[in-house]
């Protein structure tokens, strides 16, 4: 079966720099969610669409952006990196937005800011 | 906001031994999650339980769901090397509109 797809799986970036991260949900999968993971921790929300509209906001910064275009598919695009930012960004869908969906997520991009 | 306490933070086992991951909330929940994160992995989900005192099993895996749906438990009979990971219980946010995830219990096992 058909899995959630980000890509690039690894992303190496320099302080400051910009970066963009994309995800692709499961085929009919209409709401997509963005998180981060820090080195041990859990999965932290940051943003989430449904039918290409933002549907929540939890704790993205300013400096990021999401959307969720025609096909489905998401971009989070990452401006000014700090070291901070250093994490695994896992992008995970459902179809429709209910509490009880199961979310299937990605496999993750790693991105690591120098 | 909404959060939800998991314990413990560790577990080492030796193979065959049982291990028990514990979330709580302080809010009353719709339903709750389970996830499991194999080193280096992505979070898979396990199951979700959405009844009051609902039990579910799989293979060797327990959950619980407690009877105020407040807590739930994740218990993993005679462990085999195979079960290493992180185990998180996720439960919806007041909007419903994302998760939100314990901190996660990792479970270590020796053979």
């Known amino acids: 079966a058909a899995g959630v797809i980000q890509s690039p799986r690894h992303l190496i970036k320099e302080k400051r720099e910009t970066a963009t991260l994309k995800c692709y949900p499961i085929?009919?999968?209409?709401?997509v969610y963005w998180y981060q993971q820090g080195p041990g921790q859990d999965p932290q929300f940051l943003i989430s669409?449904?039918?290409?509209?933002?549907?929540d906001k939890g704790s993205i910064p300013d400096r990021f952006s999401a959307q969720q275009f025609s096909d489905y598919h998401s971009e989070l695009n990452m401006s000014s990196l700090e070291l901070g930012d250093s994490a695994l960004y896992f992008c995970?869908?459902?179809f429709g937005q209910g509490s009880t969906d199961t979310q299937y997520f990605g496999p993750g991009t790693r991105l690591t800011v120098l | 906001g909404q959060q939800v306490m998991q314990i413990p933070q560790y577990q080492h086992v030796q193979e065959g031994e049982d291990f028990t991951t514990y979330c709580n909330s302080s809010?009353?929940?719709?339903?709750i999650q389970w996830y499991k994160q194999r080193p280096g992995g992505h979070p898979v989900f396990l199951i979700q339980?959405?009844?009051?005192?609902e039990v579910k099993k799989q293979k060797r895996l327990t959950f619980q769901f407690g009877e105020a749906k407040k807590n739930s438990s994740l218990h993993i009979t005679a462990t085999q090397t195979t079960d290493v990971g992180t185990y998180f219980c996720?439960?919806?946010?007041?909007?419903?509109?994302?998760?939100?995830f314990g901190k996660g219990t990792t479970l270590s096992v020796s053979s």
């Open positions: 995970a869908s459902t």
């Open positions: 085929p009919r999968h209409d709401t």
């Open positions: 669409f449904y039918e290409k509209m933002q549907s």
């Open positions: 809010t009353t929940l719709s339903n």
């Open positions: 339980l959405v009844k009051s005192g």
């Open positions: 996720a439960v919806p946010n007041q909007a419903g509109t994302a998760l939100i």
